[in-house]
């Protein structure tokens, strides 16, 4: 039993247990958190079994971005394993629910590159060649953007916190803003060393600019070679058809 331990594990234990979710960001987690609980009351249940979770992401699922609904999963189950000691990754049907949601480029033929493929291209791709187009990468698969979406991305809608990448873009397809966090590290990475190998003087505020080599020019990238990009993600991953990938 807790109770029985002494005093001093006790409060290691709890200390600990604050730790689980960034320090930086635990606003957002208290936010998401509170939003589930009280989605569950509003349902007449304080029940946490899978069925509730999936449920809930069903619901979210109809307004939010795949890459969003991945976020919110991720600070739930932190959330849940600090309040509960309920480890949501144990529920599988949920699991894979919210990958099947997150599951990356997507073509007008339905053809999809896997979580697997995309970490492949984004930790192997030399970035003497790749590097803006694993920036694009990042940012469809993290945002669900589109061609036209990305194409208007400024420097000022991209924010570093030191934890994350959060962005920010005023408008968007469905005339509403659109926000999401960049979380993984690699992809913060990805987008740290691509902002690092803009140029300073750049003539543009546009994020996305041509990189030839290990430079970038102050030309923005325009909608065509946008929507060209998951081409030469399949064509690194020698895909043999390569007509269907298409962006979004």
Known sequence: MASD????????????????????????????YNRFIDWRKQQGTES?????????????????APSTLWSIYSMLKSKMIANHNIDISRYSRLLTFVKTKNVGFQSKQTSVFTPEEIKKFLLEAPDSEFLVIKAVTVFGISGGCRGEEICNVMLGHV??????????????????????????????????????????????DRFFILQRGNRCFGQPIGKNTIAQIPRKVAAFLNYCVLKNYLIF
Request: aromatic share 10%; no cysteine.
């Open 159 to 204: 924010k570093d916190t030191g934890s994350e990448i959060v962005v920010r873009i005023p408008e968007s397809k469905t005339y509403t803003a659109k926000l999401f966090p960049i979380l993984s590290k690699t992809s913060v990475e990805i987008i740290r060393r691509y902002t690092a190998l803009r140029p300073p003087n750049s003539p543009t």
């Open 48 to 64: 946490f079994v899978e069925e509730v979770f999936l449920a809930y992401f069903e619901d979210k699922s109809q307004h939010y």
């Open 5 to 32: 331990l002494p005093e001093t594990i006790l409060k290691k234990s709890e200390t600990a247990v604050k730790a689980l979710g960034p320090e930086k960001s635990s606003k957002r987690y208290d936010e998401t």
